[in-house]
């Protein structure tokens, strides 16, 4: 997929509410004072992709950058639901 395929389909996720944040990206939520609101204005205003990296796992993680404040996130789709894994 191309980075613009993959940006519209996080924001086609996010606009569906289909996004989780996993234990450690809660955790760093609240250490970085970004709110419920601001990953969800991140997911729903993609920007750019900065980078792809494949994980431990085999699956593509996608660090974002985006939303009104351009703030960053890293990401994993899996069966159609955007895992955050960390800010």
Do not use: F, S, W
Request: charged share 35%; aromatic share 2%.
């Amino acid at each position: 997929m191309t980075d613009k395929e993959i940006l519209d389909l996080i924001k086609a996720l996010a606009e569906e509410k289909r996004y989780i944040l996993t234990l450690h990206a809660k955790e760093r939520l609240v250490k970085r004072h970004m709110t419920n609101d601001d990953v969800e204005d991140i997911l729903l205003n993609p920007k750019r992709i900065i980078r792809r990296d494949i994980g431990k796992n085999g699956k593509c993680k996608y660090k974002i950058q985006g939303g009104r404040k351009n703030r960053k996130l890293a990401v994993v789709i899996e069966q159609n639901i955007i895992v955050i894994t960390v800010m």
